[in-house]
């Protein structure tokens, strides 16, 4: 079993920034990719950003390009989002995941984060941008 326990959360205002951090621990891990995904009241899950543990591909939706950035800590299974340029619309329940393996079709981890299958999921941390 995996847990994943994020942190980093809270209230800001537009334009601020906030990092979010996420904390793998558990089983072994190996070729794996962690990611977030958000969730806005009275919205469906929306992908935010991912990013694989063997060569660091990341791959981030359009709505956060050139705002937030995902890193990752090897030694520490650990991933980070750095939001900045923080918008009211990213106001958000924001969730790590995390997804071991590939997948039907030979996909690879990021590649089914990407496609919304997980295998793992934290308890979310709340974002609030006031404007």
């Known amino acids: 079993q995996v847990q994943l326990v994020e942190s980093g959360g809270g209230l800001v205002q537009a334009g601020g920034s906030l990092r979010l951090s996420c904390a793998a621990s558990?089983?072994?891990?190996?070729?794996?990719?962690m990611g977030w995904f958000r969730q806005a009241p009275g919205k469906g899950r929306e992908f935010v950003a991912a990013?694989?543990?063997?060569?660091?591909?990341?791959y981030a939706a359009d709505s956060v390009k050139g705002r937030f950035t995902i890193s990752r800590d090897n030694a520490n299974n650990t991933v980070y989002m750095q939001m900045d340029s923080l918008k009211p619309d990213d106001t958000a329940v924001y969730y790590c995941?995390?997804?071991?393996?590939?997948?039907?079709?030979?996909?690879?981890?990021?590649?089914?984060?990407?496609?919304?299958?997980?295998?793992?999921w934290g308890q979310g941390t709340q974002v609030i941008v006031s404007s």
């Open positions: 995941a995390l997804t071991r393996g590939r997948g039907e079709g030979g996909l690879t981890p990021l590649e089914r984060l990407r496609k919304y299958e997980h295998d793992y």
């Open positions: 558990g089983r072994a891990l190996n070729d794996f990719a």
């Open positions: 990013i694989s543990w063997s060569g660091g591909s990341t």
